[in-house]
């Protein structure tokens, strides 16, 4: 058995096993890995990979790259990724900036 493995190298051995056209147990054998390790890390990088884009995205808070547009009834702020916020009058100019800053 090889010694302990970090991420990258058990991406590389499943990524080796797929092209090897082997079978998961056939190509742990070849490779002297434990075929429960490799099963593990396998399940455990796909549901990573299936979580990207899922969740909360950094967005810069920098007020010169936001667009504030004021009409009567809201503000609106489009972010450069496409998202926007839209608050009630209520709001001041001042509090949502601090609030952003």
Known sequence: MQSKLGK????E???K???SLLSQKEYCLKETLAFPTFSRWKSK???ENANKGKG???LSTELEQLNFEKVPWHYSISFPN???ISLNQQYSEEVLKSLLA
Do not use: V
């Not at 990258?8 to 991406?11: G, L, N, P, Q």
């Open 8 to 11: 990258k190298e058990w991406e």
């Open 13 to 15: 051995h499943i990524r």
């Open 17 to 19: 096993q797929k092209e």
């Open 45 to 47: 990088l796909e549901r």
């Open 56 to 58: 909360f995205i950094e």
């Open 82 to 84: 496409g998202c926007s």
